[in-house]
C-alpha cells in the first residue's frame, strides 16, 4: 500500500480566507484524485489529474499535480461555509491498482 | 434514484454477532468498491469486483469479512463474529468502467457500531 499523507489535518478559518491544502507521498502515482465528503454521506470527486505539472481550476478551487507525480495541492480562493467538509486525496499507482486514500483534511470555514 | 444505495444506514452488533451489509450500485456499473473508513479517517480499501468476479480482495483485514457480488449487480459485505475494532463507517462505490482510477460514485454508507 503506497501512503498519503495530507496536511493539516485540520483547518478552521474566517469566510473569505485562503487556504492550500497538500497531498504528499514518496511514492509516484498514475493519477490522483480530490473529493470531498460530507457528514453522513460517501466522498463525491471533485478532480482528476494525469500529468506532471498539471494545474486544473473548478470555480475557486485550483488543483495542481507535481511535476514527478508524487504530490498535489488544492487551492481554495475566498473560502465560503458551503466549503465546509472533509477533503479527501486517493491516488492510483503506475500499475493501475488499488486506490489509496489519505487521510482528510477537515475543513471549516466560519461566516 | 441513481445513485449508489446502502442499507442498512446504522447497525448496532452486539460482539460476536455476525452482520451483512448491503450495496445497491448504479444499474450497468461493471465496478464495484468495498471500502472501510475509521472515524476521523479516509477511507480504506477492503476488496473490488469487476461484474461478479471478485478480482482484489487485499484489503480485507481477516478471513472473518466475506464479499459477494453473484449477478455482478447487487452486493453483500458479510462480517462474521464482529469484534469492537470492526466498528466503522463502510462506503460502498461504483464504477462504470473497469480498473481503480476512474470516478467512483460513493454510496451514503453503513455505520457500523460494534458494543
Known amino acids: 500500500t503506497q501512503l498519503l499523507e495530507q496536511s493539516p489535518q485540520f483547518l478552521s478559518i474566517q469566510e473569505g480566507e485562503n487556504l492550500t491544502v497538500y497531498c504528499n507521498s514518496s511514492?509516484?502515482?498514475?493519477?490522483l484524485q480530490w473529493y470531498r465528503q460530507e457528514p453522513g454521506e460517501g466522498p463525491v470527486l471533485l478532480v482528476t489529474?494525469?500529468?506532471?505539472?498539471e494545474v486544473k481550476k473548478l470555480k475557486r478551487l485550483t488543483f495542481q499535480f507535481g511535476d514527478a507525480r508524487k504530490d498535489s495541492s488544492l487551492h481554495i480562493t475566498a473560502a465560503q461555509p458551503g466549503d465546509t467538509g472533509l477533503y479527501l486525496c486517493?491516488?492510483?499507482?503506475?500499475?493501475?491498482?488499488?486506490?489509496?486514500f489519505g487521510g482528510g483534511t477537515r475543513l471549516m470555514v466560519k461566516p | 434514484g441513481a445513485g449508489v444505495s446502502q442499507s442498512p444506514r446504522y447497525k448496532v452488533a452486539k460482539r460476536g454477532q455476525d452482520v451483512a451489509l448491503r450495496c445497491d450500485p448504479i444499474?450497468?456499473?461493471?465496478?464495484l468498491f468495498w471500502y472501510q473508513q475509521a472515524l476521523g479517517q479516509g477511507p480504506e480499501f477492503l476488496t473490488y469486483?469487476?461484474?461478479?468476479?471478485?478480482?482484489?480482495k487485499s484489503g480485507l483485514p481477516s478471513d472473518r469479512f466475506f464479499a459477494e457480488r453473484p449477478e455482478g449487480s447487487v452486493s453483500t459485505l458479510k462480517i462474521q463474529r464482529t469484534q469492537q475494532e470492526d466498528s466503522a463507517v463502510y462506503l460502498c462505490?461504483?464504477?462504470?468502467?473497469?480498473?481503480?482510477?476512474?470516478?467512483?460514485?460513493f454510496g451514503p454508507g453503513t455505520r457500523l457500531t460494534v458494543l
Open positions: 462505490a461504483s464504477s462504470g468502467l473497469p480498473g481503480y482510477g476512474n470516478e467512483q460514485f
Open positions: 511514492s509516484v502515482f498514475s493519477s
Open positions: 489529474v494525469v500529468t506532471g505539472g
Open positions: 486517493a491516488g492510483v499507482d503506475n500499475a493501475g491498482n488499488m486506490l489509496t
Open positions: 444499474s450497468g456499473h461493471v465496478s
Open positions: 469486483f469487476q461484474n461478479e468476479a471478485q478480482l482484489d
